[in-house]
């Protein structure tokens, strides 16, 4: 279907825009500068930008229709990824990252609505499979990264090189966008007439499991990089694989996810990535801490279209951009909270940290029973 083909255009071309400036993260800290600290206080306003573009997303789809609101942010995102690749300072990076969460964040939210719209429609399970085709996104942002990095090519001519690409796949993806001038049901409504107590639970869960996901983004290739003296080449690859395993795991889950359901699908996860990160802080160096890539993003890859779903499943698909601002929430105290404790402990405890997290994603999982639709097909 045409609809579909296109959302995932759309969902592939945000994700290869975000790993391609996070897999050269040690090399913008490097040209701007800037210690965990400040890194820190850039990726709070990043995450704050994110936040206030959801909230007003919505709303502006209302008003103008999603195809020209997802251009806008998108359009916000390319001009503010072109300034962090020329930065030469800790705020002229924070300024772009503010750019880059505000662009983003309508980018994200507005594809969001019109692949939970799209799933109402059709009344079938579609959200894995555009997650995933972000994960392909991802990948294929990382593996450039790690090229770039090892040929030691400059920020600004990579950076440029994949948004002149990426605009290209975005352009072929947003045509197809439902432009009509609404933005479906109430949210708010929606979650006043669903079982507050098990929304509360898939937020919890969503909270927790974009936190973990988030950190191997934001720290992972700084701490591989700092603590575990890693290149960064290395640290690229590490990433590279991450979201590899992730892109992997989300286009596979169609059968674990009819035989085991998401309760079990999720939990298997959260084991999978609490090894996983037990590898990386205590493991040794060399291929294991390239395994434990693999294992974190393999495990942690359901948790997030698992939850959107499951809140599709009690409530009006609008909802599901409420819960999408959830869990972009992470994005928020994730830095704040991982930087602060990283500066007082290093980064290793911080990234230990990470293990009660996917401790209540485990314990919260059955919260996610009963959003078991159809596979797509």
Not at 90 to 111: C, I, K, R, S, Y
Not at 139 to 168: C, I
Request: charged share 10%.
């Amino acid at each position: 279907m045409r609809a579909t083909r296109a959302i995932s255009l759309v969902f592939a071309g945000s994700g290869a825009t975000q790993a391609s400036w996070m897999s050269r993260l040690p090399a913008i800290l490097d040209q701007t500068h800037t210690d965990v600290v400040r890194l820190s206080a850039g990726l709070v306003m990043l995450g704050l930008g994110t936040l206030v573009a959801m909230a007003l997303t919505g709303p502006a789809i209302s008003r103008f229709g999603g195809r020209p609101v997802v251009t806008a942010g998108f359009a916000l995102t390319m001009v503010s990824l072109i300034t962090m690749a020329a930065a030469h300072s800790a705020t002229a990076l924070a300024v772009a990252m503010l750019g880059v969460g505000v662009g983003g964040g309508v980018w994200d939210a507005g594809m969001n609505v019109q692949a939970a719209a799209l799933e109402s429609r059709l009344d079938t399970h579609l959200m894995s499979r555009f997650h995933g085709w972000w994960s392909i996104g991802s990948m294929a942002g990382a593996g450039v990264g790690l090229a770039a990095a090892a040929l030691r090519v400059g920020l600004l001519p990579h950076l440029s090189a994949v948004l002149a690409a990426t605009a290209v796949v975005f352009a072929c993806g947003v045509t197809a966008f439902d432009d009509s001038k609404r933005g479906g049901p109430d949210a708010t409504g929606s979650r006043l007439r669903s079982p507050a107590r098990r929304l509360a639970a898939i937020g919890t869960l969503l909270f927790c499991g974009a936190v973990v996901e988030g950190a191997a983004g934001d720290w992972l290739a700084v701490y591989l990089n700092q603590d575990r003296l890693l290149t960064h080449a290395g640290a690229a690859l590490w990433y590279a694989l991450f979201v590899s395993a992730m892109a992997a795991g989300r286009l596979i889950a169609e059968r674990p996810h009819r035989h085991f359901g998401a309760v079990g699908l999720v939990r298997t996860g959260a084991v999978v990535t609490a090894l996983s990160i037990m590898l990386v802080v205590a493991g040794p160096t060399g291929p294991w801490l390239y395994v434990a890539a693999l294992g974190w993003g393999a495990g942690i890859c359901w948790v997030f279209p698992a939850a959107l779903s499951a809140t599709g499943s009690v409530a009006a698909p609008s909802a599901v951009a409420a819960m999408t601002a959830v869990g972009y929430s992470a994005s928020v105290a994730g830095p704040l909270v991982i930087g602060r404790l990283a500066h007082a402990a290093g980064l290793e405890t911080a990234i230990a940290a990470m293990l009660p997290l996917v401790l209540t994603v485990a314990l919260l999982a059955p919260a996610l029973s009963g959003a078991d639709p159809e596979p797509a097909r």
